[in-house]
Nanobody, 118 residues
Framework: QVQLVESGGGLVQPGGSLRLSCAAS????????MGWYRQAPGNQRELVAR???????HYADSVKGRFTISRDNIMNTVYLQMNSLKPEDTAVYYC????????????WGQGTQVTVSS
């Protein structure tokens, strides 16, 4: 069973930066795509960014140019560098990882709060 442990959330002023980390137990060969979702109060969970095992990336339009996702396959860790943060980025951010073999299965982290406020 893969476990995902997140860190790096917190309170930041508008325009500031935060870096989220998500460390996965087990081998990187067990996982294909990894990434981040977020959920604000009253909203549905939405995909923020994802990265394949080959480091191809995809971003939500709302974060393009501000957020960067990266992955260390040796450390089995995915990162989300968030710059130029806006109040609307406030949410609980959830790391996820997809199992590399069938049947499809998604592992989730416990979530980390990001609050952007002055």
């Amino acid at each position: 069973q893969v476990q995902l442990v997140e860190s790096g959330g917190g309170l930041v002023q508008p325009g500031g930066s935060l870096r989220l980390s998500c460390a996965a137990s087990g081998s990187s060969r067990d996982l294909s795509d990894m990434g981040w979702y977020r959920q604000a109060p009253g909203n549905q969970r939405e995909l923020v960014a994802r990265i394949t095992s080959g480091s191809n990336t995809h971003y939500a339009d709302s974060v393009k140019g501000r957020f960067t996702i990266s992955r260390d396959n040796i450390m089995n860790t995915v990162y989300l560098q968030m710059n130029s943060l806006k109040p609307e980025d406030t949410a609980v951010y959830y790391c996820y990882a997809e199992r590399a073999w069938a049947p499809r299965y998604i592992y989730w982290g416990q979530g980390t709060q990001v609050t952007v406020s002055s």
